[in-house]
């Protein structure tokens, strides 16, 4: 069975972001660290090298697949800052549906800016994802 590559390391997330991101984008990136944190109640960490994770939890598929993976995460790419979150709880299309300008995949939430969204329901989205994976894992 291959081994997951995402995993928790010792790296500072503060220098991560500082290296990462510049300007609005960094701005951005510690808005969201300061939002993921109150809401986990987790301290951030680095999850290779290029995610900032908050908590963890371990999963085990039917396959017999099992793994660690964080509660919430983010990070910052070139092109967008990168949410990763788990989009299957109840309300999450309700709230995706007054969120704002954003692209989304199977569990990441791709934003250009904080400006073109609704915080306030960014703040529920995370809130419900960590729900969702506490309550399932």
């Known amino acids: 069975m291959a081994e997951l590559k995402t995993k928790v390391n010792t790296e500072s997330v503060e220098f991560f972001l500082k290296k990462a991101a510049s300007g609005k984008r960094l701005q951005d990136c510690f808005t969201v660290l300061e939002l993921m944190k109150n809401i986990t109640k987790e301290e951030p960490k680095m999850w290779d090298q290029l995610i900032v994770g ?31 979150i788990m989009a299957v709880f109840s309300k999450y299309e309700d709230l995706m549906s007054k ?5 989304n995949g199977k ?3 791709y934003i250009n800016d904080l400006v073109d969204i609704k915080i306030n329901i960014l703040k ?14």
């Open 54 to 84: 908050f908590g963890n939890y371990h999963y085990k598929y039917e396959s017999g697949r099992e793994g660690d993976f964080f509660i919430a995460g983010f990070s910052p790419r070139k092109q967008n800052l990168t949410l990763y």
């Open 99 to 103: 969120f704002g300008k954003y692209k």
């Open 107 to 109: 569990s990441y939430l």
């Open 124 to 137: 529920k989205i995370i809130s419900e994802s960590v729900k969702y994976i506490k309550k399932k894992y």
